[in-house]
């Protein structure tokens, strides 16, 4: 029997489909030196929330990519570009609201504030109550001596 090792490369080979690799950017503009001043061409190295694309999607090989990275990193250190982006979108569909939820965490948070409150006034009693109490321990300990 073929072990998955041997499977997987089989199914690999069988597949007829040949992928194009993506020629770099690089390559394309003919670009000799990678300046981590050079903003512009490192943004086309980056996501739209500023996370460094991996060498697959940017068409980059081993050299390009360490070259890319340092000079984003370098850049971000001097504050030319950003160590994170947020972006704002609107969710659609899948989650729904916190507020919209029927049970769960949303129903109990407004349960355990009245809760909460009744406890914090109950623990502020017991406080008191104890220092009376340790007030008659302490009176009681030194009529005793």
């Known amino acids: 029997?073929?072990?998955?090792?041997?499977?997987?490369?089989?199914?690999?080979?069988?597949?007829?489909?040949?992928?194009?690799?993506k020629t770099s950017?690089?390559?394309i503009d003919k670009v000799e030196f990678i300046d981590y001043k050079?903003?512009?061409l490192l943004r086309r190295f980056m996501s739209d929330r500023s996370k460094i694309k991996n060498r697959r999607v940017a068409?980059?090989?081993?050299?390009?990519q360490r070259e890319v990275a340092n000079a984003i990193k370098v850049a971000r250190e001097m504050a030319?570009?950003?160590y994170a982006t947020r972006v704002a979108s609107t969710r659609t569909g899948g989650r729904r609201d916190r507020d919209d939820r029927g049970g769960g965490?949303?129903?109990?948070?407004?349960d355990n504030k009245e809760n909460n409150s009744e406890e914090t006034t109950d623990t502020g009693d017991d406080a008191a109550d104890e220092s009376v109490d340790t007030g008659d321990a302490v009176a009681s300990t030194e009529t005793e001596a």
């Open 1 to 21: 029997m073929a072990s998955k090792k041997n499977k997987a490369r089989s199914a690999r080979d069988a597949n007829p489909r040949k992928f194009k690799k």
């Open 25 to 27: 950017v690089l390559i």
């Open 38 to 40: 050079d903003v512009d």
């Open 59 to 64: 068409g980059n090989d081993l050299q390009q």
């Open 80 to 82: 030319l570009l950003p």
């Open 105 to 110: 965490r949303g129903r109990d948070d407004g």
